[in-house]
C-alpha cells in the first residue's frame, strides 16, 4: 500500500516529536528504549510499509534528518499500450 519510503538519520535527531505529529499516517514514534550518539530518544518508524512519501516529516523536521523517497509506480499500470 505504500507509495514512500523514509530514512532517519537517528543520530541528528534531537527527539522534538514535531514529526510524530505532523505524519497523516500516524507510523513516527519516539523510541522508548533507545537512545541516539546525543543522548536522545530518537524518531523511529513503526510500519514502513504505510509510508506515502509525503514528506510532511521532512518539510517540519528542523534538525533535516529525513531522506524521503517515492516509489514509481508500475509500468503495467502507467500504460495501456
Known amino acids: 500500500m505504500g507509495r514512500g519510503m523514509i530514512v532517519i538519520d537517528v543520530d541528528r535527531c534531537?527527539?522534538?516529536s514535531l514529526c510524530t505529529h505532523v505524519c497523516p499516517v500516524d507510523i513516527l514514534e519516539l523510541a522508548?528504549?533507545?537512545f541516539n550518539a546525543k543522548g536522545y530518544r530518537p524518531v523511529i518508524v513503526t510500519d514502513m510499509e504505510q509510508c506515502i512519501g509525503?514528506?510532511?516529516c521532512a518539510t517540519?523536521?528542523?534538525d533535516v534528518v529525513f531522506t524521503v523517497y517515492r516509489r514509481k509506480r508500475e509500468?503495467?499500470?502507467a500504460s495501456s499500450a
Open 14 to 16: 534531537k527527539g522534538c
Open 32 to 34: 522508548e528504549d533507545a
Open 54 to 56: 509525503c514528506a510532511s
Open 60 to 62: 517540519i523536521c528542523p
Open 75 to 77: 509500468a503495467g499500470a
